[in-house]
């Protein structure tokens, strides 16, 4: 299966405006033979962690109208955002679309870094789905760094690690190149990251969107400023 990574500078608390350039890159991915999509942590808001605080109107669930392109755009689709919950406080939620619009799975983030903590409730349970006979795990940017939660997808029978992140410049970058790989290595998993690149609330993304086969070697990365989408093949699966 074809694999992409995207990433974009995303448009400020504009849900209509940066799923109009999500699309825009899926539909990049499916012609360069991609059949499945990881975006960026808060893509559809871009991380602006007080606009969200204060604006109920910036959270989304999964069938939530203004996702309809997204979800019709005729490739699996790994989209993060800020969702409602049944509690007072809101979660970092991934929603996983098959290319026919259909749910595929949500995952919730378990470990939130400093300034979310303030903001968001934190997620419980791991996130796994299975598509095109490949078994995927999920991971929302600080989550990345907990030994156990990655470990657990190897575990548990995964093949593919999808991370939905933010990485800025300055030591973000460092940390980029050196946690994505070192996954791949530790768990033998296929590792796909999706990071900004550009203003995101108030970092500046490094970009360098990636994706690393098991053991660590580098099969495709972005650079450190352009919105794109990079591809590699995962595994021998294929849904099509």
């Known amino acids: 299966m074809k694999i992409a990574a995207a990433q974009f500078s995303g448009t400020p608390a504009d849900i209509h405006a940066n799923v109009r350039t999500m699309t825009a890159l899926a539909d990049r991915a499916i012609g360069q033979g991609a059949e499945l999509i990881v975006f960026p942590e808060m893509a559809l808001t871009g991380y602006e962690l007080e606009a969200i605080r204060k604006d109920p109107d910036l959270l989304a669930r999964h069938d939530d109208p203004r996702l309809d392109a997204l979800r019709s755009c005729g490739i699996a689709t790994v989209v993060n955002a800020a969702a409602p919950t049944d509690g007072p406080r809101p979660a970092i939620e991934t929603f996983v679309f098959g290319p026919d619009g259909e749910l595929l799975t949500t995952y ?41 939660l990655t470990s657990r997808g190897a575990a548990d029978g995964c093949e ?52 690393w086969a098991p053991g660590g070697e580098l099969l495709a990365e972005a650079d450190d400023r352009t919105a794109t989408v990079v591809t590699a093949d995962v595994g021998g699966a294929s849904s099509l």
């Open 160 to 211: 593919v690690h999808l991370a939905s992140s933010l990485y800025g410049t300055g030591g973000g970058v460092q940390e980029r190149a050196s946690v994505y790989p070192g996954i791949a290595r530790t768990t033998g998993l296929y590792v796909v990251l999706a990071n900004h690149v550009g203003a995101a609330g108030p970092w500046t993304g490094c970009g360098g969107s990636g994706v």
């Open 108 to 148: 919730r983030k378990q470990h939130l870094f400093e300034h979310e903590q303030e903001i968001f409730a934190a997620g419980e349970s791991d996130g796994r789905f299975t598509y095109g006979g490949l078994r995927f795990a999920l991971a929302t940017c600080y989550d990345n760094h907990f030994d156990a």
